[in-house]
């Protein structure tokens, strides 16, 4: 794909980014080497390659869901400042 220098400047006008032309020129270099790694990416024969979600076999080690700590509600709201009805009041921050 050939990019233009006109082309940078209405993607940067459609991001309302003001570019310099200096800018520009550098963007179009850079734009156009990602553009030409994409093309060397896709002349590559992938036709025989089944697509994979890792580049390992790797498989999650999964442990059993269960509780392993105790509840230590009760403990942790008595060092509270102030509790009502089980819930932690805050002072009001927003008015």
């Known amino acids: 794909m050939s990019l233009s220098i006109d082309d940078v ?3 940067a006008q459609l991001a309302r980014l ?3 032309e ?3 020129q550098t963007a179009h ?3 156009s080497g990602i553009f030409g790694l994409i093309e060397e990416m896709r002349a590559v024969d992938t036709s025989g390659i089944e697509p994979m ?3 390992q076999d790797v498989v999650q080690r999964l ?3 269960k509780v392993t700590e105790g509840n ?3 403990m942790f709201q008595q060092i509270a400042p102030q509790v ?3 819930l932690y009041l805050v002072p009001k921050v927003i008015e």
């Open 72 to 74: 230590q509600r009760e």
């Open 22 to 24: 200096q800018e520009a």
């Open 84 to 86: 009502e009805s089980g």
């Open 29 to 31: 270099a850079q734009l």
């Open 18 to 20: 003001a570019v310099t």
């Open 63 to 65: 442990r059993e869901d």
């Open 53 to 55: 979600s890792h580049a």
């Open 9 to 11: 400047k209405k993607v």
